[in-house]
């Protein structure tokens, strides 16, 4: 009987085998096959960009820093499904999210339209954006090259930068093609970075970056990139609390803060040790005092900052490795 038994079994298990080589085989000659057993995900996947985006934007709008907003709804968030026991956690999916409900409408114009209705669609539409093509990478990232970047800091913020721009872009178009006198992208006024400021601007985002790659590599996780999405949100939120309390360029210092906890996400794999970890800090506030001219008030603008800088570090110090083993 048991000799019986294993057989049966082992019978069974070729038949499940075949079974499930069959189904991997539909699912690679129908692509929207593998799309619908997914749809649950993605949508919530979708669901979870868009709630980040929003409860985001509504505190922006009822007067909240863009900073303690963002890091707020995501350390609430991890909290709620902590307390809770949510098993479907989505941490990138809402963190990404409130990188694009830090869109300011008033800021990124000059002159804006005084009904108060009309950012709030548009505020809209920048989550939905966002959402699709959170999903849209996600879904696809396997299939393209370096998994688009999977293991960069500030992807998620690059992603919602995409989707923020392109949005507001098309609204100040529209605009300017209604009333003829609009200007579609404003330049900022950069006149608190005067002397030394840009330099302390700088080393506060090398800072933050190392102090992020530190809290995430003592935080141990089963859910995925939780580590790295609950240090710089911590780090973010308590950095924003105490560079509010710095008269004059407080909220500015917390900006650069934030934006460097988004270069310190980076994976090991792609920056695998603190000293890179600081040179992509350094670089991101480079970047962002440089990107603040014209982008200031697109949501993702700070992890944009970082996604560029650890795209420049990582190629730079691959570029330096590949050298000096060409030359022994």
């Given at each position: ?255 650069y803060w934030y934006a460097g906890s988004f270069a310190g996400m980076s994976s090991t794999s792609i920056l695998d040790s603190h000293a890179r970890i600081l040179v992509a ?48």
């Amino acid at each position: 009987m048991p000799a019986r038994g294993m057989s049966c079994r082992r019978a069974s298990g070729a038949v499940c085998s075949v079974h499930r080589e069959k189904e991997g085989l539909m699912r690679q000659a129908n692509p929207l096959l593998l799309f619908r057993d997914d749809a649950s995900r993605h949508g919530s996947l979708f669901l979870h960009v868009i709630f980040g985006s929003v409860a985001t934007s509504a505190l922006v709008i009822v007067g909240i820093q863009p900073i303690l907003a963002s890091s707020g709804v995501t350390i609430s968030y991890l909290l709620a499904a902590f307390l809770l026991r949510f098993k479907g956690q989505q941490p990138a999916a809402v963190f990404c999210g409130t990188f694009a409900g830090m869109t300011s409408f008033f800021v990124f114009f000059n002159r804006h339209p005084s009904s108060l209705g009309f950012p709030i669609l548009i505020y809209l539409c920048i989550a939905i954006a966002t959402g699709f093509l959170f999903v849209l990478i996600m879904r696809f990232e396997h299939a393209l090259p370096k998994r688009l970047f999977s293991g960069y800091g500030g992807r998620l913020g690059a992603i919602a930068f995409i989707g923020s721009a392109v949005c507001l872009m098309i609204t100040g178009l529209l605009i300017w093609v209604v009333s003829g006198d609009f200007q579609v992208v404003a330049l900022k006024d950069t006149a608190p970075f005067s002397g030394e400021a840009p330099i302390a601007m700088i080393l506060i985002s090398a800072i933050g970056s190392l102090l992020t790659r530190i809290l995430a590599g003592g935080i141990n996780s089963a859910v995925p990139v939780l580590d790295v999405v609950l240090s710089s949100s911590v780090c973010g939120f308590v950095g924003g609390m105490i560079f509010l309390a710095v008269p004059s360029l407080g909220p500015i210092a917390g900006l650069y803060w934030y934006a460097g906890s988004f270069a310190g996400m980076s994976s090991t794999s792609i920056l695998d040790s603190h000293a890179r970890i600081l040179v992509a800090g350094t670089m991101t506030g480079v970047f962002l005092a440089g990107l603040n001219l014209y982008g200031s008030g697109v949501g993702g603008l700070l992890g944009f900052s970082a996604f560029l800088a650890v795209i420049v570090t990582k190629s730079t110090a691959d570029f330096v490795y590949r050298r000096s083993v060409s030359g022994l």
